[in-house]
């Protein structure tokens, strides 16, 4: 049994899901719970990260022009997912942002290809800018 972090588009918000696959390891959700994780705390806020790796500086969009919006946010994502190719857990990752000014929230998509060669993609939603 694994415990996983998992994300609702639609409502904005988190959920603690129990995994219960036969003990077995799954890479793809253990690798989407970090990006969760990474990208959804505000770099230097967690309590345990002494060093500031863990979390991104999207939170810092706020206080840009909205016009910036889609060019910072996409890479506050790739500096916050670096340690994804640096610690050899993924081949390779992409991230696209694009700022939607009618609803005020920035979209991610985030494509992972998995060092078994699968490429899976994820999508997100920032509303703090």
Same mark, same amino acid.
């Given at each position: 049994?694994?415990? =996983? %972090?998992?994300?609702?588009? &639609?409502?904005?918000?988190? +959920?603690?899901?129990?995994?219960?696959?036969?003990?077995?390891?799954? =890479?793809?959700?253990? %690798?989407? &719970?970090?990006?969760?994780?990474?990208?959804? &705390?505000?770099?230097?806020?967690?309590?345990?990260?002494?060093?500031?790796? %863990?979390?991104?500086?999207?939170?810092?969009?706020? +206080?840009?022009? =909205? &016009?910036? $919006?889609?060019? /910072?946010?996409?890479? /506050?994502?790739?500096?916050?997912?670096?340690?994804?190719? +640096?610690?050899?857990?993924?081949?390779?990752?992409?991230?696209?942002?694009?700022?939607?000014?009618?609803?005020? %929230?920035?979209?991610?998509?985030?494509?992972?290809? $998995?060092?078994?060669?699968?490429?899976?993609? /994820?999508? /997100?939603?920032?509303?703090?800018?």
């Amino acid at each position: 049994m694994d415990l =996983q %972090i998992v994300y609702d588009n &639609t409502q904005q918000m988190f +959920d603690l899901e129990l995994n219960d696959q036969n003990n077995m390891f799954n =890479q793809t959700k253990d %690798i989407e &719970t970090l990006i969760q994780v990474q990208l959804f &705390t505000d770099k230097g806020e967690w309590w345990g990260d002494t060093n500031d790796n %863990i979390g991104s500086s999207l939170y810092l969009l706020k +206080d840009l022009d =909205q &016009t910036r $919006y889609a060019q /910072y946010g996409k890479s /506050y994502c790739e500096n916050a997912l670096e340690f994804l190719t +640096d610690y050899q857990l993924c081949k390779n990752y992409e991230c696209e942002c694009e700022f939607d000014n009618t609803k005020g %929230i920035l979209n991610i998509q985030i494509t992972v290809e $998995y060092n078994s060669g699968i490429k899976k993609e /994820y999508a /997100y939603v920032w509303e703090g800018v």
